[in-house]
């Protein structure tokens, strides 16, 4: 199956690269963003450890003034990370793949649909935010974790089983 709207596989790799260090540092800044409890890895405040290199002191601007940056960069790398994952070409790409592809990325949409609905109706203030920021990591996170159990370990299982 020919697909032309699929990245190449090398960036894939790249993808994994990215994505897997930048989704680590988004979790442990979005857990430590409501406690002082370790400030260093809080990228959404101005004291963490990165602050020297993403605040911007020098415009003449108001609009930028000593703002920081982390979390959107780290946010926009765990993006850029995730879509070079979901979307590069495996080395095999036949109807199967392309099929799993599709209704892994339709379990992520259901999930993060069915969140956000609680939130909207579980939530208010700044706790809602909260709940939109864990939202936009569900569906990333539900189609690899599905798309990877199908493609490669579920296959492993039903050997396993046979033989047996």
């Not at 409501?34 to 400030?39: A, G, I, V």
Request: proline share 4%; charged share 15%; glycine share 4%.
């Amino acid at each position: 199956m020919k697909t032309k709207l699929l990245l190449p596989s090398y960036f894939r790799t790249i993808g994994w690269i990215v994505f897997v260090p930048c989704f680590v540092l988004t979790l442990l800044s979005l857990i430590f963003s409501e406690s002082d409890w370790f400030p260093p890895l809080n990228f959404f405040e101005s004291s963490h450890v990165f602050s020297r290199w993403t605040t911007c002191r020098n415009f003449n601007s108001n609009i930028f003034a000593n703002d920081d940056f982390a979390g959107e960069i780290l946010m926009t790398l765990t993006t850029l990370g995730f879509f070079c994952v979901a979307f590069s070409r495996l080395q095999i790409e036949d109807e199967w793949i392309g099929k799993v592809r599709l209704e892994s990325l339709l379990w992520g949409f259901y999930l993060h649909t069915g969140f956000f609905i609680i939130a909207t109706w579980g939530s208010y203030g700044l706790n809602f935010y909260i709940w939109l920021a864990w939202n936009m990591l569900v569906a990333p996170v539900t189609f690899l974790v599905r798309f990877n159990w199908i493609v490669y370990a579920k296959p492993y299982f039903e050997q396993k089983k046979l033989a047996a």
